[in-house]
Each structure stands twice: as C-alpha cells, then as structure tokens.
C-alpha cells in the first residue's frame, strides 16, 4: 500500500521504459507508444496513413505511477486542473506494456477521468472536486501513497499526546485506531473500503469518499450492494470481492465469524514474492496442522512454490476485467471444485430481497435503506442487470416525491419520460433538464441531451449557451466541443462552428467526428 502512487520520475519506472514502445490497436486503427526523455516519461497516441506517414500525434507527459506494481503500473496525466488515466499500462505478470483497463473495449485516448470513487484507494489523501469529471486542486494530492490514516485514522490527537508523554488510561490508546483491538466486523470494514466492490457502491446522501474514518461503521459513509448469485450463476471474478468470498470460506463460518482481513494480512509486512509460500502457510498453521493436510509431503514438496497451501486451497484467478492480471481467491476451499455453502445463497433479506447489502452493520441488516441510496444502487446495476430496471423506476417515483429537486432524480425523470416520445415528454424532459442544470447540475450527459432537446424544438441559441457552458465544465472531454461544434453548424455560424472544431483538435487531434466537420467547412469555406 506504501507504493500505491508515486511520481513517475522514481527510477523503479523510468527503468521500465529503457527505448520506446509501440503498442497497436487495430479496432480505431491507433498506435499508443510509450518513451521517456530523461526523467520524463510520456505517452502517444498517432495514426498512420496509407503511405505510412502520421497523420496526427497527441503526446502527453504522464505525472502519477497507481500501483505497487505486483499486477501492474497504470498512469496519470495531468491536463490543466484535471486528471485522466493514460492509455498504456504496464503489465508485471507480462513483463510488457499494452492496453489499460477498459481500453481494449473503448478507445478513451486521454479523456478518461480519474474519479474520486477510484483514486481514493489508490492514494494517500487526493484532493478531487466534488462532482468535478476529473478535476482537482491543486496540489491534487495532500500524500501520494496510501498512508498510516488510511487504516488507522487522524492521527494529530495522538502524535499530541505521546509527545507531550500523556499516560495511556486504558488498555487501549483511545487516541488512534488499532484495527487489531476493534471488533472483527469494524477491523473487515477499514479493509473493505478498497477491497470490497460488489456490484456497486453508493455514497450515502451527503457524504463523500473522504467522510470515512477507520473504527466507524463504512455503512454510514458508504454502501455497498451486490446482485445475489445462483448455483447457475457463479461469481466469475475475484476481482476485489475478498471480503464477499472470505465470509462464504468454511474456516470462516466455522470460526464464528473471528476470522477477519488482519488475521492472515499484516499490512506492515511486505514478504518478498519468494518468502510469499512460507509466510502464508505460517498464517494457515496457526490454526491448522502439518499433518492436517490430505495431500503427501513429498508430493507438496514437489509443486511450485512448494508446500505451499494457497495452490489448492486459495488458487490464483484470472481477471476478466484487468488483462495479463490474476488475484488470489479469497474463498478458502478444502478441495478443487468445492461447492458454495448454501449461505451463499441465502444472503438477502425479507426487506431487500434482490440485493445483498454487503456491509450492513450487523443487528442492523433489516433496518431501512434511504431510497435515495437505493434508487442509485438500482439505477447503476440496471445498466449491467436489465432485471433491475422496473425496481429502478419504482425507487425513482418514490424520491422523486421525497427529493423532487435532487439532479440525479431529475436526470432519470428526463430520460424516463422521454420513452413516451411524445412533443409533451420532450418538452417536460427540458424542464427537468432545465432545472438539473439550474440547480448546479455536473452532469455532461445532461447538458448534451437538453442541448439536442432544444435543438429539435428550434431553439438553436439556447442549445448553443447550454453546450458551451458543458464545455467549461468539461474542457479536457471531446464530446463537448464535438456537439458545440455542430450547433454552430446547423445555426449555419460556420465560423463559430470551424473555432470550435480546432480548439477540439488542439486537446483532441484524433477525434474523427471534428475531423470530418473540419474538411466540411473548410469546403464551404473554399466554395
């Protein structure tokens, strides 16, 4: 965790990049190389024509290295105040460069923002602005590595103390947190914060990544869900699901739930990948026994890594969402192929029948959900889970009553009426739009939907100072000027139309859409 981020001028990445690399994706026809001048390192993308020549190059310096490096490295750039992830990372398991994650399914060149649910587990303390598509301040962040506050929370009240030599009253110095002296389930919940996604994770109303303190429910910051699974739907990937799959192991259920994240991981300890096998079996024998094992010594001792327990009872998965990368699965079996427990699909409750609340505090796993809470719960498994979509609607007309003026409830009430389509629902969408976006309203989709709204009810100005206005709020996205550049367009402000077209090229060279628009002007503009 100590090397979760840090500054890519570090000789442990300038190393990885000894001459320039080329990586082609042939789906958008794009190269992305990657090169390093000195103690700079950077990152293209470019496109060849026929006769092999470039036909543009969009080169950025990259800041910030995420990762300690046992899977990989991924990148940061920095574009004015904002954040995005760069295109290439660096595989370990390959020992390679090649796509980052989710760029094999879309081409996000350098617009894909880094976001305050993600950075906040890869960073010691970021700084992103609320609701920002990317942005930060500045210094983005306070610590790059993930820190002592982490897991132990605000530590000013006890560096005061010891340093002032105030006595300790108690067997436990109340003025830090020790995870090891917390009830297993709080101890699980400082763990979980990164570790643990689900299916999805939802802010409670009102609060933000940051509100979260170790030795405090992570409930009341934030929640997480998952879909329930069957015996003909199996999770496929441990991708971040260690607590989900430990809680289902048998030494878990059969320990009365004493088993916890700390049990078997010192986060102060870092083994060496050879000292990996021994360590951990050194965490297995303390409560297991040599002998207890079914398999021959001399058969164990002829694996690799020998003897070592996690091949069969902990075996390594690939990752379907991360490529060249694998992860230890946390359900501990006794044998290869070993069924879930029924538990595991017993997880939900008469009140919330169709989700799992992951991190419920226990005794108060029946308790009410806030329906904002579950509104976008549902709201993001919909894309994913069809099947959620009439719970979607029925938890977005229940907040739409309690919270009218909320702009994600009017986001959903937009596109939700435009279904109908009808003159009357699209005109009822502006207003909810109108509103959203009156009411501070970040979302870019929305400013570019009421854009169109307007458009096609002839009210091109309008359309035209609600899309430059997404501009400001988006100045590093594409689609934007993209969109801002067509209004001009279709109000025949052919000039205005060309400005934005190559203001969009200068951040975007690649973007096909501006450079079609370009030649097209530059046509009318030779006619």
Same mark, same amino acid.
């Not at 980052?100 to 970021?126: D, W």
């Not at 700084?127 to 929370?153: K, S, T, W």
């Not at 060249?324 to 501990?332: D, Y």
């Not at 096609?456 to 801002?484: C, F, M, N, T």
């Given at each position: 965790?100590?090397?979760?981020?840090?500054?890519?001028s570090?000789?442990?990445?300038?190393?990885?990049?000894?001459?320039?690399?080329? &990586?082609?994706?042939?789906?958008?026809?794009?190269?992305?190389?990657?090169?390093?001048?000195?103690?700079?390192?950077?990152?293209?993308?470019? $496109?060849?024509?026929?006769?092999?020549? $470039?036909?543009?190059?969009?080169?950025?310096?990259?800041?910030?290295?995420?990762?300690s490096? &046992? =899977?990989?490295?991924?990148?940061?750039?920095?574009?004015? #105040?904002?954040?995005?992830?760069?295109?290439?990372?660096?595989?370990?398991?390959? =020992?390679?460069? #090649?796509?980052?994650?989710?760029?094999?399914?879309?081409?996000?060149?350098?617009?894909?923002?880094?976001?305050?649910?993600?950075?906040?587990?890869?960073?010691?303390?970021?700084?992103?602005?609320?609701?920002?598509?990317?942005?930060?301040? +500045?210094?983005?962040?306070?610590?790059?590595?993930?820190?002592?506050?982490?897991?132990?929370?605000?530590?000013?009240?006890? &560096?005061?103390?010891?340093?002032?030599?105030?006595?300790?009253?108690?067997?436990?110095d109340?003025?830090?947190?020790?995870?090891?002296?917390?009830?297993?389930?709080?101890a699980?919940?400082?763990?979980?914060?990164?570790?643990?996604?689900?299916?999805?994770?939802?802010l409670?109303?009102?609060? +933000?990544y940051? #509100?979260?303190?170790?030795?405090?429910?992570?409930?009341?910051?934030?929640a997480?869900?998952?879909?329930?699974?069957?015996?003909?739907?199996?999770?496929?990937?441990?991708?971040?699901?260690?607590?989900?799959?430990?809680?289902?192991?048998?030494?878990?259920?059969?320990?009365?739930?004493?088993? %916890?994240c700390?049990?078997?991981?010192?986060?102060? *300890?870092?083994? %060496?990948?050879?000292? &990996?096998?021994?360590?951990?079996?050194?965490?297995?024998?303390?409560?297991?026994?040599?002998?207890?094992?079914?398999?021959?010594?001399?058969?164990?001792?002829?694996?690799?890594?020998?003897?070592?327990?996690?091949?069969?009872?902990?075996?390594?998965q690939?990752?379907?969402?991360?490529?060249?990368?694998?992860?230890?699965?946390?359900?501990?079996?006794?044998?290869?192929?070993?069924?879930?427990? *029924?538990?595991?699909?017993?997880?939900?409750?008469?009140?919330?029948? #169709?989700?799992?609340?992951? =991190?419920?505090?226990?005794?108060?796993?029946?308790?009410?959900?806030?329906?904002?809470?579950?509104?976008?719960?549902?709201? *993001?498994?919909m894309?994913?889970?069809?099947?959620?979509?009439?719970?979607?609607?029925?938890?977005?007309?229940?907040?739409?009553?309690?919270?009218?003026? =909320?702009?994600?409830?009017?986001?959903?009430?937009?596109?939700?009426?435009?279904?109908?389509?009808?003159?009357?629902?699209?005109?009822?969408?502006?207003?909810?739009?109108?509103?959203?976006?009156?009411?501070?309203?970040?979302?870019?989709?929305?400013?570019?939907?009421?854009?169109?709204?307007?458009?096609?009810?002839?009210q091109?100005?309008?359309?035209?100072?609600?899309?430059?206005?997404?501009?400001?709020l988006?100045?590093?996205?594409?689609?934007?000027?993209?969109?801002?550049?067509?209004?001009?367009?279709?109000?025949?402000?052919?000039?205005?139309?060309?400005?934005?077209?190559?203001?969009?090229?200068?951040?975007?060279?690649?973007?096909?859409?501006?450079?079609?628009?370009?030649?097209?002007? *530059?046509?009318?503009?030779?006619?």
């Amino acid at each position: 965790m100590g090397r979760s981020m840090s500054l890519v001028s570090e000789p442990t990445q300038l190393e990885k990049v000894s001459s320039p690399v080329t &990586v082609f994706d042939k789906r958008p026809n794009r190269y992305f190389q990657v090169f390093r001048e000195g103690s700079n390192l950077y990152q293209s993308e470019y $496109e060849l024509g026929p006769d092999g020549r $470039e036909i543009f190059r969009d080169t950025q310096k990259i800041e910030y290295a995420v990762g300690s490096g &046992v =899977n990989g490295t991924s990148y940061i750039v920095r574009r004015g #105040d904002f954040l995005f992830e760069a295109p290439l990372t660096y595989y370990s398991r390959k =020992n390679a460069w #090649d796509l980052s994650p989710g760029y094999e399914l879309e081409n996000y060149v350098f617009s894909r923002p880094i976001l305050a649910g993600c950075v906040a587990c890869h960073s010691g303390f970021a700084r992103p602005v609320p609701e920002g598509n990317g942005q930060f301040r +500045d210094p983005p962040f306070g610590e790059l590595a993930i820190g002592c506050e982490n897991c132990h929370g605000p530590g000013q009240l006890h &560096v005061v103390e010891r340093m002032r030599g105030a006595p300790v009253s108690d067997s436990v110095d109340q003025t830090i947190v020790n995870p090891a002296k917390l009830p297993g389930w709080l101890a699980d919940n400082i763990c979980m914060y990164c570790h643990q996604t689900g299916d999805t994770r939802v802010l409670q109303p009102g609060k +933000d990544y940051s #509100d979260f303190r170790p030795g405090t429910p992570l409930d009341n910051t934030l929640a997480i869900f998952s879909a329930p699974f069957s015996r003909q739907s199996l999770p496929a990937d441990p991708l971040l699901q260690h607590y989900t799959m430990m809680i289902l192991s048998k030494c878990y259920r059969q320990d009365g739930g004493r088993l %916890s994240c700390i049990t078997c991981h010192n986060p102060h *300890e870092q083994p %060496s990948r050879s000292e &990996v096998p021994v360590y951990y079996r050194a965490r297995c024998l303390a409560c297991h026994k040599s002998y207890s094992c079914k398999l021959p010594l001399v058969r164990r001792l002829t694996r690799t890594p020998a003897d070592d327990c996690t091949v069969c009872h902990m075996p390594k998965q690939n990752l379907k969402l991360i490529s060249h990368a694998s992860l230890t699965n946390h359900r501990i079996i006794i044998y290869e192929g070993e069924r879930y427990p *029924e538990a595991a699909f017993r997880q939900t409750t008469p009140q919330l029948p #169709d989700l799992i609340h992951i =991190n419920a505090i226990p005794g108060a796993e029946t308790l009410p959900i806030k329906p904002l809470v579950l509104f976008q719960a549902y709201g *993001e498994l919909m894309r994913y889970h069809p099947n959620y979509g009439a719970r979607f609607r029925e938890q977005l007309d229940q907040v739409a009553r309690i919270e009218p003026d =909320n702009v994600y409830v009017l986001s959903a009430l937009a596109r939700k009426i435009l279904l109908e389509g009808t003159t009357e629902a699209n005109l009822e969408a502006t207003r909810y739009l109108s509103r959203s976006i009156e009411l501070g309203s970040k979302l870019i989709p929305d400013y570019e939907l009421l854009a169109d709204l307007l458009s096609r009810s002839g009210q091109i100005a309008e359309a035209i100072k609600i899309l430059k206005r997404a501009v400001e709020l988006a100045p590093y996205s594409g689609q934007p000027y993209d969109a801002l550049a067509h209004a001009y367009f279709c109000a025949h402000q052919y000039s205005a139309s060309l400005r934005v077209v190559r203001k969009g090229l200068e951040l975007f060279p690649g973007d096909p859409s501006l450079r079609l628009l370009q030649r097209r002007l *530059e046509q009318l503009g030779s006619h």
